[in-house]
């Protein structure tokens, strides 16, 4: 089946600590995003990629950073500069950068 | 800048009831994209609707239907005869040339519906 996948589902971050963040799709498309999002919020874009090689900061990309050496992947890293980290993370793709995006599972972020 | 608004934070029905959610949005692109997403208790969104700028045929689908008006800058959706499986989060969304076509989220609302 094709889809998007991410793992962990949970993650626990100690406080000066590195964490990535798994998204993974086989749905064969170009443009890849991550968005995050708190408690009675709507989401918020931190990274997105057109192409393969290529990423663009969206409007809080402090304390993230991402790569994308392969298209079907586009980990994203929560950096300890990041200093309010939980959150609900959501990864999503599209054919193009036009098109609807669809979007994984997410994963929880808890700060310990 | 662009901006989408959802006035409504929470709404709650009772079953068989039917239901509007409003969204009304700002942007200076001429060429740009709505959406509808829906979050339920799992967290994942789930795609439910997009509407080009460029069309503004307003459409039917079983018990969801939705009102695009350019003129007044409205994506509204309309559940008709809600069921409390309907009881979710619902995200309007808008993407343009602006934005890299990123998707911009209003704040959501959130719909209760109870036997």
Redesign the interface.
């Known amino acids: 089946d094709g889809g998007i996948t991410q793992s962990p589902k949970y993650l626990f971050r100690k406080e000066g600590q590195n964490v990535t963040l798994s998204c993974e799709q086989n749905l064969n498309h170009d443009?890849m995003?991550w968005?995050r999002q708190d408690p009675?919020?709507?989401?918020?874009?931190i990274y997105?990629s057109?192409i393969v090689n290529d990423f663009?900061k969206?409007d809080i990309a402090e304390g993230y950073s991402v790569s994308r050496e392969k298209k079907e992947s586009f980990p994203l890293t929560v950096t300890s500069a990041q200093k309010n980290p939980t959150a609900?993370y959501?990864c999503?793709s599209s054919q193009g950068?036009?098109e609807?995006?669809?979007?994984?599972?997410?994963t929880?972020l808890l700060v310990l | 800048a662009q901006k989408?608004t959802q006035a409504q934070t929470e709404i709650s029905v009772v079953e068989k009831e039917d239901v509007t959610l409003d969204c009304v949005y700002e942007t200076r692109d001429t060429t740009y994209?709505l959406?509808w997403?829906k979050q339920p208790p799992?967290?994942?969104?789930?795609?439910l609707i997009?509407r080009n700028s460029f069309d503004e045929q307003n459409e039917i689908s079983g018990r969801y239907s939705w009102n695009f008006q350019k003129s007044t800058s409205s994506f509204n959706f309309t559940i008709t005869a809600s069921q409390v499986v309907d009881s979710a989060v619902y995200?309007c969304a808008l993407?343009s040339s602006n934005?890299?076509?990123?998707?911009n989220?209003?704040?959501?609302t959130s719909l209760l519906v109870t036997p």
């Open positions: 443009a995003y968005y009675g919020q709507g989401l918020r874009l997105y057109q663009q969206g609900f959501l999503a950068r036009t609807t995006q669809y979007f994984g599972p997410g929880r | 989408v994209y959406f997403y799992s967290g994942e969104l789930v795609f997009r995200f993407s934005s890299g076509y990123a998707l989220f209003g704040k959501g």
